[in-house]
């Protein structure tokens, strides 16, 4: 099992300690959409405990990886009936967490990530009828059918899209399943920083390496590494020295079930069998989990599937 080669590829290192020896956790390939046969490496920093992709996939490649059936640019059209109901009971308990965190009922709301505009579109029907909403996507088609649904986008990459008029204006930022995509996850909240007013909101949900399934299919197969999309992967260590460091103070940290990371685990362990690869599941849920509104906070080595952590950008000085 050699690099990547199909795909042009770049080098990455630890965003914490860029010199610090790392260790090889595991290999996998793209079980999901199988855009290429290339197989990449999962690496963890032996100093932080941060999982990596490197060699990973380059710019040129983003095309390649995000085919024109991504799940995210079209969730409305293939979202089970029965599961969309059941999420947006749960994204309904989370608008209610978001309106107690938020204390203004006019304040702007971005979807950094929106997609088709599911959850833009969950805000204004259970939100506070005054919330400005707004996304951020850089999917053509998808930033089209968000804009058709009423919702200012602004359609591009985070990590380049100019966003200079739109400093200082939020009140809440929602990161769901996106930081750990971006090539510079520093870089991406510092922009996102900006977008921000003193004291607004920032959410962030992302994969959480410290969870039971990633413990046992963390040779490759685990759902959460979402091989070769996923460029950074963080426990809620690490994931909160990220956002302390750029600015914001962490005023909550929840952990997420994600039955769906379980069942792309078991497909990809599946996938990758000559044998067994029949018995792979043809339609797979959802990638990402539902947001949870309720429970406790999580504590360390908690079965998370995945970490929740809402953030505060403390006022200047």
């Given at each position: ?58 710019p ?32 309904g308990?989370?608008?209610r ?12 709301v ?8 599911r ?20 999917a053509?088609?998808?930033?089209r ?13 985070l ?17 769901h399943?996106?930081i ?51 460029f ?14 750029q ?32 018995l ?10 539902p ?23 403390r006022?200047?000085?």
């Amino acid at each position: 099992m050699g690099s990547p080669a199909t795909l042009p590829v770049e080098d990455a290192a630890c965003l914490f300690c860029p010199t610090a020896p790392w260790a090889e956790i595991g290999r996998g390939r793209d079980y999901e959409y199988d855009t290429v046969p290339d197989l990449f490496t999962l690496r963890r920093c032996t100093g932080c405990g941060l999982v990596f992709v490197a060699p990973r996939p380059g710019p040129a490649a983003m095309r390649v990886i995000y085919p024109s059936n991504y799940y995210a640019y079209r969730e409305e059209e293939i979202e089970r009936p029965l599961l969309k109901r059941f999420r947006d009971r749960i994204e309904g308990g989370k608008v209610r967490r978001y309106r107690r965190l938020v204390a203004d009922d006019t304040a702007a709301v971005v979807d950094v990530g929106c997609g088709d505009g599911r959850l833009l579109d969950i805000l204004r029907r259970l939100g506070p009828s005054g919330w400005r909403l707004a996304g951020i996507e850089v999917a053509d088609a998808a930033a089209r059918r968000a804009a058709e649904r009423g919702f200012e986008v602004r359609t591009g990459d985070l990590e380049t899209l100019d966003l200079t008029r739109w400093n200082g204006r939020f009140g809440l930022a929602l990161v769901h399943q996106v930081i750990e995509h971006t090539r510079d996850p520093r870089d991406a909240v510092r922009r996102i920083a900006r977008l921000l007013r003193s004291g607004g909101v920032l959410s962030v949900e992302t994969p959480d390496t410290r969870g039971w399934d990633a413990r046992i299919f963390r040779r490759g197969y685990w759902g959460g590494y979402h091989i070769p999309r996923h460029f950074y992967l963080f426990d809620a260590s690490t994931l909160s020295r990220l956002l302390v460091e750029q600015g914001f103070e962490v005023v909550s940290v929840r952990s997420i079930l994600s039955p769906a990371f379980w069942v792309y685990s078991v497909h990809n362990a599946l996938a990758d069998s000559p044998r067994l690869r029949r018995l792979a599941p043809s339609r797979l849920p959802h990638p990402h989990p539902p947001r949870r509104a309720g429970g406790r906070d999580s504590l360390p080595g908690c079965s998370t599937a995945a970490t929740s952590i809402g953030t505060r950008r403390r006022h200047p000085g």
